[in-house]
């Protein structure tokens, strides 16, 4: 190798970042929000209903 690809292989290599492992949202959020949904309903009905209210929607 020459010396200036010696050089341009140093370059890269102290250019490069070691990678860090990533957080999962999944295990972030798991149990967040536990209780919310009432045990009598799904979760599908559960959003049913919440969006025939006025839950989140802008009262002028």
């Given amino acids: 190798m020459s010396t200036t690809l010696k050089d341009a ?3 890269i290599k102290s250019l ?3 990678s860090e492992p990533l957080k999962k ?3 972030e ?4 929000y536990e209780g919310i949904i009432p045990p009598e ?3 599908t009905e ?3 209903d919440l969006r025939k209210t006025m839950y989140g929607k802008v009262k002028e």
């Fill in 9 to 11: 292989v140093s370059s």
């Fill in 16 to 18: 490069s970042v070691p």
């Fill in 25 to 27: 949202v999944s295990e």
């Fill in 29 to 32: 959020l798991l149990g967040k």
């Fill in 41 to 43: 309903k799904s979760s």
């Fill in 46 to 48: 559960f959003i049913k």
